[in-house]
């Protein structure tokens, strides 16, 4: 059996990624959501104002992300996730966390059984965040946050594809044009389509 194609978005916080998820689930799509703000809005439902400092967050986030996608593998071939691992990675890094085995066994599997597709969707900031209880970062930190996940995608050989800020129904038209095309090869050039 065939492994699920499964796509990424990724990119700054407040870029829209969770905007263009749903709008992709309306569509049919199977969208897999993301895993640390599901996380933060659980612990912060039994008191803990910033989940984020908690020593085995990163690993939650991990953890929670494989149970997401080993149930979207019985559900569809083709998959787009709001993040993956790899963003786990570049959150500890912006954490200044180290790697913990729930996450460092995540990052095995994806070098060794090449679980995402190479192509990545680097969803463009829209020039402003919205800070949410999730959310406690300024514009300035989520670019740098943004640039982040990009150099640990491109160490990771994927191909970053820019869906700049847009109407939503654009940047949507964008990612569909992309998961409709023959299988692309991994590269770890850019391509600003």
């Known amino acids: 059996m065939a492994q699920p194609r499964r796509y990424v ?12 998820i749903q709008a992709l689930r309306r569509r049919g ?14 612990r912060q ?23 997401r996608r080993v149930a979207a593998d019985a559900n569809g071939d083709l ?15 912006h954490l200044g966390r180290p790697v913990g085995p729930a996450l460092a066994a995540e990052l095995d599997l994806i070098l060794r ?19 949410t209880a ?15 996940h990009e150099q640990v995608y491109a160490a990771y ?14 940047r949507v038209a964008l990612i569909e044009q992309h998961l409709s095309a023959p299988e692309e090869g991994t590269s770890r050039s850019r391509d600003f389509t």
């Open 9 to 20: 978005l990724t990119g700054a916080p407040g870029a829209g990624k969770t905007t263009l």
């Open 29 to 42: 799509h199977l969208v897999v959501p993301e895993a640390a703000t599901d996380i933060i809005a659980a």
């Open 45 to 67: 439902a039994q008191g803990c104002v910033e989940p984020w400092r908690e020593p085995e967050f990163v690993d939650a986030v991990a953890r929670l992300q494989r149970r």
């Open 79 to 93: 998959q787009i996730h709001d993040r993956s691992p790899l963003c786990t990675l570049a959150l500890a890094r």
């Open 113 to 131: 059984q090449k679980l995402y597709q190479p192509l990545v969707f680097l969803i463009g900031p829209l020039g402003f965040v919205t800070r």
């Open 134 to 148: 999730a959310r406690q970062i300024d514009y300035a930190e989520s670019l740098a946050f943004a640039h982040m």
């Open 157 to 170: 050989g994927h191909r970053l594809v820019d869906v700049p800020a847009g109407p939503v129904h654009e």
